[in-house]
């Protein structure tokens, strides 16, 4: 059959309702070094750049001379490792937990400027390689310590406009911006020359005031509640009379050898025969809480725990921003606010959400698959929200145990009674059962055991109101300022 001209389909006839598209000219195609992917020029992209230039108010860079900031990074070295030092070390992906952990330790032998590695309060943090645009602000909680070469320090010239600039570049529009360039070009890392491309907004000093103010208070309260914390765990360790996790003996059945080894007796295999389920520390922590403790029990006790739950996998079916529920993964549980949220479909997962997905004030979470045995307590804020199969929930028997379960289990302690569980060959993974069957000591005095609940619970609940600071600077950006 022919077809005339005038029966083609024309490119304003495509159903681009349901997709995401944009027109790229030929000279783009070039500048992208030929490339044709779609998400080399992104649309979103495009758009924030819309959004700064259709703004009221007038913008200028966000680094450089006519900027609003300074900034930079820091060199590449090769790191000394230690088991243990006074120079720990964090990575910049753990930049958005609320309380970072460090990824290791660091000997003074090696040859680079530690000090300078150091960020300092009132610094903005952003991840300028792999996981691009994640950012944060330096408080008090992480005043002073050492991360690696790949993070932007980035310093507001004008020290009263830090929080507004944080707000900025946590909004979708600004955090775009800083993950393309000019054309909408995706980039794979950026440097700090790259930010003089990023415009900003220049409202008026009461609202950046605001915002700043809000942002500021946001992170004092993330750092009472990590103070907080730091003194339950201390109380803790301290009734417990628990020395350093390296501190613990644990006999070798060859001390001339120069691998960990240990004997293991036929009636305590518990049907594993992987080192790792027997490892001596293990039993060494659970022989000293015993002697410690009022009494050791396990996480499955009914007095400890109504329920856990680990979801079953299933096929994810996602929904637009703002409907559905909330979702996100085991990376996030740290986070204040997650990251890379999506939105599962009530219609297609309602009777699941119900009964496994849906998280509820004071759960403690424990990431059971890949990275076993982070743990977060749920905050008033993730209510009816969902979380991925890769984390198991314990629905605590009633609040006045939820805040000192999560505390135990967020110890170095904890985390090696959970982690013996692990099992797979390539991705490691634990279940509900075993999580049932952790070791758990309740005290002998009773109040101390109260005040370590009482202290865990008020931090999840200045998280909480940390949270409703930083949605109030973010409502104020994006209503008065970007009008989205």
């Known amino acids: 059959m022919v077809t005339k001209l005038s029966d083609e389909l024309r490119f304003s006839e495509l159903p681009i309702e349901d997709i995401n598209w944009c027109s790229v000219s030929l000279s783009e195609v070039m500048r992208a070094g030929k490339r044709l992917e779609a998400t080399v020029f992104d649309v979103e992209g495009r758009h924030a750049r819309e959004v700064i230039a259709n703004c009221k108010w007038d913008s200028v860079p966000l680094y450089g001379n006519k900027g ?46 530690i000090d300078a590695l150091r960020v300092k309060k009132g610094q903005i943090l952003i991840t300028c390689s792999g996981t691009i645009g994640k950012v944060t602000l330096v408080s008090d909680t992480l005043d002073g310590e050492i991360f690696s070469h ?16 944080y707000a900025f570049l946590r909004s979708k529009t600004g955090n775009t911006l800083l993950q393309t360039n000019n054309y909408g070009a995706v980039i794979k890392h ?15 000093q009461e609202i950046k005031t605001q915002i700043n ?49 240990y004997s293991v007796k036929l ?13 001596p520390i293990v039993n060494a922590i659970k022989e000293h809480l015993q002697k410690h403790s009022g009494e050791v029990t396990t996480i ?31 990376k996030q549980i740290r986070e204040l606010d997650p990251s890379n949220k999506k939105y599962l479909s009530l219609v297609h997962h309602g009777e699941r959400i119900k009964k496994q997905l849906e998280l509820s004030e004071n759960m403690t979470l424990i990431t059971s698959s890949g990275t076993i045995g982070k743990v977060a307590l749920v905050p008033r804020h993730w209510e009816h929200w969902t979380a991925n199969q890769h984390i198991i929930r314990i629905v605590p028997a009633n609040r006045e145990i939820a805040g000192y379960l999560s505390v135990f289990l967020a110890t170095d302690y904890g985390h090696a009674l959970i982690t013996r569980y692990t099992y797979g060959s ?5 279940d509900d059962n075993h999580v049932s069957q952790i070791a758990f000591p309740l005290l002998k005095n009773q109040q101390i055991q109260t005040e370590i609940n009482c202290l865990a619970l008020e931090a999840n609940e200045l998280r909480y109101q940390a949270y409703l600071c930083e949605q109030e600077a973010m409502n104020v950006l ?3 300022i970007l009008f989205v």
Do not use: C, M
């Open 150 to 165: 790949d993070l932007i320090r980035l310093e507001a010239k004008d020290k009263s406009d830090v929080g507004y600039i």
């Open 478 to 480: 994006n209503e008065d």
């Open 267 to 279: 009636s305590a295999l518990s049907g594993r025969l992987d080192g790792s389920y027997h490892v």
């Open 300 to 330: 499955g006790d009914s007095r400890i725990s109504e329920s856990i739950i680990l979801p079953g996998r299933f096929k994810r079916v996602y929904v637009g921003e703002g409907q559905g529920r909330i979702f996100f993964g085991g």
């Open 190 to 204: 950026i440097e700090p020359e790259h930010l003089a491309e990023v415009p900003i907004p220049s409202p008026s």
């Open 68 to 113: 609003v900031s300074t900034a930079y990074t820091r060199g590449r070295f090769k790191r000394i490792w230690l088991e243990i030092s006074d120079l720990p070390i964090y990575q910049p992906s753990s930049i958005t937990d609320i309380k970072p952990t460090p990824d290791g330790f660091l000997s003074h032998n090696t040859k680079t400027n």
């Open 213 to 261: 103010d809000l942002v500021l208070r946001s992170f004092e309260l993330r750092d009472k509640s990590n103070k907080l914390l730091d003194d339950a765990t201390a109380l803790l360790v301290k009734e417990l009379k628990l020395p350093p996790t390296e501190k613990f003996y644990t006999e070798q059945f060859e001390n001339s050898a120069d691998v960990n080894n």
């Open 426 to 430: 390539v991705v490691d993974e634990i």
